[in-house]
């Protein structure tokens, strides 16, 4: 009997060849130096921050060179898998802008070299699995568990280096008739690769991230394909799709290194060329004074769902992780504040090599200036969208009055030096709340008043102000009115003057400001008061003021 009679076996009804789907998926006719990348998540129902890094590495990889982007579906652990998970993945990359080319989404297969779910690609697996038993470079492997289990023990007590290889590859040994009568006896059985390597040798793999680097050879007989499914484990899903796909550079986690030698060595079983590959560092996050791996138990913003809940607009986020995919974005987006992300020249060798440190602080900047850039009109519509889905209490505020909220929004917007007080869309509520009177009457207010904080002088400075001074026409004028203001109570209406000789004064300008200010919105910290004062209106003014103490 012969290996061909023991595939036969295993797989009776599968009649395709390797030929068949290399003619059926012909190479891609791209010139040279377009790149094919992929992203590849296994539909979890969680998109990790870590996924949209690798996807943003290998849209830009693709676009950059006009290439192609593609998604694929790794569900092969069909345990894993949960309703909704691709939907989720699908509706983040186009929400990000990292739209693929080629997906397979809701029944519809866009691109030439689908099904891109790997659980509906079985048959051209095992077509591929069935070729290496043939040849002699796969088996039947019946081991249980059990004996898996003992293996293993027995390998630490006599420490030897634990795993199916050597003379620890027990089926490997098995002969073609045992094996096919087993088949027949419905035993169940996992199929293993035969690896042809020895542990002691080193190899060179030329990682783009790390350079080359000396691996040693891979001696295990990996399973390739699983019991009960009759599906591919992800090491031989990998080639087989990297393979058919025509994808010139795999940009996958660095969890992922130690298994390259497996993957090598399958393709080099099959004649294929490997693709180029990138392993990613980890991203990694500052938890007290040490570094750890960002973690989807312990930090929620692992979770993309995070960003989405918190309001940061997309792209802020994508550039707070093109800062840390390579350490030079900043400083060219700087000298090149109108080119995309995509326009950037990625650089696989300048990847941290220790970890991606994430910040969120820096985000929080980032995302400052890309907000404090929108026109009125933008925010208006990002925040209401926002709103829509996260916030019913901002939504009430902006429908209740649409004019009015952009006008609160456009203090000190669309000028040279914008405000940069919005990080992101739930920060707006705490930030214009005062701007309504209905809210402004009924909250509890903590007044944070700063240098004038006696009673019957605030009293007295906001009574002269309503009486006498509160001309909201002009800005000029109302600036002047304050500065009269300031000469006819006592305080200093020129800071030079009042710093040669604070002792002849209450206090300064700024002193009056603030009781103004605080007096009106409760807050020290606010924008243009002028702008305020005339958006409030002198109603809500003289309200506010003469309600202040009672
Ligand atoms: N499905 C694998 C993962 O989520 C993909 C790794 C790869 O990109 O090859 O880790």
Redesign the pocket.
Known sequence: MSNKDLADAIFPNITMTIKYYENKYKKRNLPDGCYVT?????PTGYMHLG?LY?AIINYIIAKKSGGIFYLRT?DTDKARQIDGAVELIIKTLNAYGLNPDEYEYDGKVVGEYGPYVQSERKEIYQTFIKYLIEIGRAYPCFCTKQELDEMRENQEIIKVRTGYHGRFARCSRMSIEEAIEKIKNKEPYVIRFRSNGNFENKFEFDDLRQGKLFLNENDIDEVIMKSETMLPT?HFA?VVD?YLMGTTH????E??LSSAPKHIQMFEAFGFKPPKYIHTPLIMKKDGDSLRKISKRKDPEASITYYDEAGYPKIAVIESLMTIINSNYEEWHTANPDKKFTDFEFSAKKMSTSGALYDLMKLDDISKNIISKMTKEELYIESLNWADKYSESLKKLILKDEDYYKNIINIEREQEKPRKDIAKYSDIENLIWYMYDDIYRSKEKQYDWKNITDKDEIKNILSTYINKYIDLSDKDIWFNNIKIMCDELGYASNMKEYKKNPENYKGNVADISTVLRVALTSKSMTPDLFEIMKLLGEDSIKERYNNLFK
């Open positions: 992929r992203f590849a998540p296994s996924g690798q790794e992800y990998h990297d795999v940009v996958r986690g969890e992922w």
